[in-house]
T-cell receptor, first 110, second 114 residues
């Protein structure tokens, strides 16, 4: 079992829909990261969380430390949101590297 | 501030050749991380370096792979005697300090081994 599990693996949404991507992890962490990767492109850090909730534009990230679970929400989705969204954790035990989930492939249709 | 610069963006090598991938961290960042993304797989940590020091290389293959971050110049990931299985995207990230930080990623170097 991977230390970081994401769901769903693939997600297709209609423009304007509210989207949720989930991430569960099995190790103690000092932080959780949400990353975005466009096809053939680089990786952009969206959020780093250690507790609570963060919001940036149409993106919202939440984390529940007790349940070892995080969600990434996209409100009013748009085709330009189509990308791979990756959850990654900084394990508390060795805080200098990220452990990644497999990613969620999101496609938003117009 | 040019961000994290990686070059080359694309590199093609024949089996047995050497591949050198370079990473210049963001200005003011002294911590560099290398990650590999194999085709159809997730990202995996390879190595964490500070200037002139390898801090954690637990993700590096035992043979043919090496990394350095000299006092002057970029960090270099070197792959000797490349094999087809080395074909992947190699991402560099940097941070201003160790521990849990927002990482800034480069655009990646895509290595194809023929």
């Amino acid at each position: 079992k991977n230390e970081v599990e994401q769901s769903p693996q693939n997600l297709t949404a209609q423009e304007g829909e509210f989207i949720t991507i989930n991430c569960s992890y099995s190790v103690g962490i000092s932080a959780l990261h949400w990353l975005q990767q466009h096809p053939g492109g680089g990786i952009v850090s969206l959020f780093m969380l250690s507790s609570g909730k963060k919001k940036h534009g149409r993106l919202i990230a939440t984390i529940n430390i007790q349940e070892k679970h995080s969600s990434l929400h996209i409100t009013a989705s748009h085709p330009r949101d189509s990308a791979v969204y990756i959850c990654a954790v900084t394990p508390a035990e060795y805080g200098n590297k990220l452990v990644f989930g497999a990613g969620t492939i999101l496609r938003v249709k117009s | 501030n040019a961000g994290v610069m990686q070059n080359p963006r694309h590199l093609v090598r024949r089996r047995g050749q050497e591949a050198r991938l370079r990473c210049s961290p963001m200005k003011g960042h002294s911590h560099v991380y290398w990650y590999r993304q194999l085709p159809e797989e997730g990202l995996k940590f390879m190595v964490y370096l500070q200037k002139e020091n390898i801090i954690d290389e637990s993700g590096m293959p035992k043979e043919r792979f090496s990394a350095e971050f000299p006092k002057e110049g970029p960090s270099i990931l070197r792959i000797q005697q490349v094999v087809r299985g080395d074909s992947a995207a190699y991402f560099c990230a940097s941070s201003p300090q160790s521990g849990a930080n927002v990482l800034t990623f480069g655009a990646g170097s895509r290595l194809t081994v023929l």
